[in-house]
């Protein structure tokens, strides 16, 4: 069982920038792969990024490649999201998620799920 707590969401102008943490408690964070999701209304939850259990493998969906960095620190046992030139379509509610089976881009892959944190851009 792990608990996971995203932290940093907020308001922000477009062209800004914002670092989303996760923060993982329970079993040992360096198992599992871990990935961030995000869900507008009326929209499903898709991927944003996703990173490997040791963080040597990232992927990125199309629509943030070159904008989004995902990194881990295991010695922290926290995922980041940092997030540059941000668009009005960015706004989202976001979610960190860990696997126990390496890491994906389908929220099925995703074992663990934290409760989310609003990310709204202004244009």
């Known amino acids: 069982q792990v608990q996971l707590v995203e932290s940093g969401g907020g308001l922000v102008q477009a062209g800004g920038s914002l670092r989303l943490s996760c923060a993982a408690s329970g079993r040992t964070f360096s198992t599992y792969g871990m990935g961030w999701f995000r869900q507008a209304p009326g929209k499903e939850r898709e991927i944003v990024a996703a990173?490997?259990?040791?963080?040597?493998?990232?992927y990125y969906a199309d629509s943030v490649k070159g904008r989004f960095t995902i990194s881990r620190d295991n010695a922290k046992n926290t995922v980041y999201l940092q997030m540059n030139s941000l668009k009005a379509e960015d706004t989202a509610v976001y979610y960190c998620?860990?696997?126990?089976?390496?890491?994906?881009?389908?929220?099925?892959?995703?074992?663990?799920w934290g409760q989310g944190t609003q990310v709204t851009v202004s244009s």
């Open positions: 990173i490997s259990r040791s963080g040597d493998s990232t």
């Open positions: 998620a860990a696997s126990t089976t390496g890491w994906g881009t389908r929220t099925f892959r995703y074992d663990y």
